[in-house]
Structure formats: structure tokens, C-alpha cells
């Protein structure tokens, strides 16, 4: 389980921002969080990670407590048992693959855990490279398995596949699932694309003004009954009796049953 409720004021493209989230996730689930810019997405997973100090309040992995202001308790970053991928992979560039995948994991190395996700994320011909000559994809890759290695008990990704292309995008959204089906970590992901957190996510946190405002299924928060304007089919499933589409739709998903 993990449990937070935090508050924090910042200052955000000349505006200021008050943050006060609080959530209870079950551990294993894969979480969306969904917002306008600058209303405290990555503020939030900073947060968690140890990175940005909250001004108050509390976080709680399982059994441990990472941060409570009223104790004057704080865990450092690296005794945080986490994994987080950032926008920019953040690589060793003086390490090879392999380096970069094994760093920070303390103790015996999993090797069984290794090996699948090296064959998952199709790494095992780049082992021995360095980061500069690798595509983004490829380095994109490696961070993600460097941060599964450690087995982390939360898993944060902020924005991790916006640079790459639709097709490195899938793919990666694929990597990411297979590999959460081994470790069956929790997952909190900041995500501006609706087909991604609809792949991805048992549950999308939606931030507005520092709060959260709505919590659901995707299907709970973005679907609309609204079908008098254009769309983009997302996914598609087939019976005998009718299709049933899903559609974005002016940024909101809507499903769609056709009868044959």
C-alpha cells in the first residue's frame, strides 16, 4: 500500500502553485497521472522519490514511512526504495549498457530478472556500448531497465516515451507492461497522451489546482456519450454479434457498440 498526503507551494511559469495531494494505492496497480502543465504532476513524483522536500506531510511505502514532517523523518533518495525514469534518461555516459542496467543494485544481482528484461527490452547486441551511441529508443531502453532492476517497490515514470516515435512509443508501453507482470510493482506515470494512458493505467489520478479532482478508471473519467465530431479509433475488439470501438474524441475517449 502506499499512502501520501503531502502539501507544497511552488512557483510555476510565473504563477504560484499550492499543492495538497492525498491518495491511498494499492501496490501492483499502474497509475496515471493526468494534468494541464504546471499544476504539480512531476512536483508529485519528485516528491515521492525524495528529490523535492514537501513542506508538510506524510509518505508511506507498506510498512515504512519515508517522509513525516511531524517527526522530522526524511529518507534520502537512494535509501527510497524506487526506481524513476525521467524524460531525459539521465545515463552514465562513461559506462557501458551493461554499467549503467547493474548500477545501484545492492547485494547479488538477480540474474534470472537480467536476463528477461535484457530479452524484453531487446538489449542483449548493446550490452557493451556506450550511452552516445545508442538511439534515443535504445537509451530509453536501458533506463527503464535500469530502473526495474532494483525491484523497486514504486516505480516512477514522468513523461518517459514523449520524445520518442509512435512506433518506439508502443513498443515501449509493451516493454513496460511485460515487465510489470514479472516484478508487479506500483506504478505512478505522468502521461498527456490519452491512447498511452489507456494502454497503460488501472487508474488515472487527475490533478487540477494542486488537488486531485477526479480518480477512476480511464473509461470512468474520459468516457462521453458526445459522437457529433471527429475522431481518432484507438482500439478495436470483434464478436459475432458487434464491434465495439474506442474513440478519442476532443481529448475525451468514447465507446462505441455497432451491430453487425
Avoid at 512509443?169 to 510493482?185: D, G, H, M
Avoid at 494512458?197 to 474520459?222: H, M, Y
Wanted: proline share 3%.
Amino acid at each position: 500500500m502506499i499512502k501520501f498526503d503531502i502539501h507544497k507551494q511552488f512557483t510555476s511559469h510565473g504563477k504560484t502553485v499550492d499543492i495538497k495531494l492525498n491518495a491511498t494505492c494499492d501496490e501492483g496497480k499502474i497509475i496515471a497521472v493526468y494534468g494541464k502543465s504546471g499544476v504539480g504532476k512531476s512536483s508529485l513524483l519528485r516528491m515521492l522519490s525524495g528529490l523535492t522536500t514537501p513542506d508538510r506531510g506524510v509518505i508511506a511505502v507498506g510498512e515504512e514511512v519515508w517522509y513525516n514532517s511531524s517527526a522530522k523523518k526524511n529518507i534520502k533518495t537512494n535509501k527510497r526504495n524506487i526506481g524513476f525514469l525521467f524524460q531525459d534518461y539521465s545515463l552514465f555516459p562513461n559506462m557501458s549498457v551493461m554499467k549503467n542496467i547493474l548500477y545501484g543494485v545492492d547485494g547479488e544481482p538477480d540474474q534470472v530478472l537480467i536476463d528477461r528484461i535484457i530479452a524484453i527490452g531487446d538489449l542483449k547486441e548493446l550490452l557493451y556500448r556506450k550511452p552516445e551511441s545508442l538511439s534515443g529508443g535504445q537509451q530509453q531502453r536501458v533506463a527503464l531497465a535500469r530502473a526495474i532492476v532494483r525491484k523497486p517497490k514504486l516505480l516512477l515514470l514522468d513523461e518517459p516515451l514523449s520524445a520518442l516515435d509512435a512506433e518506439m512509443r508502443i513498443k515501449l508501453q509493451k516493454e513496460i507492461l511485460a515487465i510489470n507482470s514479472i516484478i508487479k510493482t506500483t506504478i505512478l506515470f505522468v502521461s498527456h497522451d490519452l491512447p498511452e494512458v489507456f494502454k497503460l493505467a488501472d487508474e488515472v489520478l487527475v490533478i487540477e489546482d494542486g488537488v486531485f479532482t477526479k480518480r477512476g478508471t480511464p473509461s470512468e473519467i474520459f468516457s462521453t456519450d458526445k459522437v457529433d465530431v471527429m475522431g481518432e479509433v484507438i482500439s478495436m475488439d470483434e464478436n459475432e454479434q458487434s464491434k465495439s470501438l474506442r474513440i478519442l474524441v476532443d481529448g475525451k475517449i468514447i465507446g462505441v457498440n455497432i451491430p453487425k
